[in-house]
């Protein structure tokens, strides 16, 4: 069936680092893919998407291509802050009937001062 | 925008009994959705309505939860009796449209304690 890995956390940074979450997918068709972020309190938002092979989603700094080739959807961040420590979730939907988002197990990733 | 709303945010019940939540979706969104949330891992779907249909409850352990959205607005998730299995976080998400890829709205949870 289809699934996401992500990697293991708890990771943890200084404020200024490059960041790097792995996720791989395995599906059969050609899903759209999805990072989620969860801050402390707070319910789950969309962080970035991207529906094709190629694509580049984007947001507040955040980057993911969609890699096809290998199945990746990698999100990375440049120089990460304070306020970006939350847990990120990797997800993929199916791109046929069964319209059902699947989760990775997520990542929380702590920002040292 | 009003967020979706959940209630209450947190209970702790003891196994056998039985427990419900409530979820408001944001208003006129059409799709609404119940994950459960176990800790360590990531939100699984339980159901899925649009309007006041079901779409998907393939993943809903039917012997004991239920789940209705009267009216195609509010909805409510019952587990009757609760095991300890249960203890999650119980999230509710909606979305404008009916295609997978609209962009899902999520509640903060109500964490469940099954004790």
């Known amino acids: 069936g289809n699934s996401v890995t992500q990697m293991e956390g708890p990771v943890t940074l200084s404020e200024e680092a490059f960041l790097t979450i792995n996720c791989t997918y395995t599906a059969t068709g050609y899903p759209s893919l999805f990072w989620y972020v969860q801050y402390p309190g707070e319910g789950l938002q969309l962080l970035l998407k991207a529906t094709k092979a190629d694509d580049k989603g984007s947001n507040k700094g955040f980057e993911a291509t969609y890699r096809k080739e290998t199945t990746s959807f990698h999100l990375e961040k440049g120089s990460v802050q304070v306020s970006d420590s939350a847990v990120y979730f990797c997800?993929?939907?199916?791109?046929?009937?069964?319209?059902?988002?699947?989760f990775g197990k997520g990542t929380r990733l702590h920002i040292l001062p | 925008e009003a967020g979706v709303a959940q209630s209450p945010r947190y209970k702790i019940i003891e196994k056998r009994q039985s427990v419900a939540f409530w979820c408001n979706p944001i208003?006129?969104?059409?799709?609404l959705y119940w994950y459960q949330q176990i800790l360590g891992q990531g939100p699984k779907l339980l159901i899925q309505?649009?309007?006041?249909?079901?779409?998907?409850d393939s993943q809903l352990p039917k012997d004991r939860f239920s789940a209705e959205r009267l009216k195609g607005v509010d909805s409510t998730l019952k587990i009757q009796p609760a095991k300890l299995e249960d203890s999650a976080v119980y999230l509710c998400?909606?979305?404008?449209?009916?295609?997978?890829?609209?962009?899902?709205?999520f509640g903060p949870g109500t964490r469940l304690t099954v004790l």
């Open positions: 997800a993929l939907l199916e791109g046929n009937r069964d319209d059902k988002i699947i």
């Open positions: 208003s006129g969104h059409a799709t």
């Open positions: 309505f649009q309007n006041n249909g079901v779409v998907d």
């Open positions: 998400a909606s979305a404008r449209g009916t295609r997978g890829t609209d962009t899902q709205y």
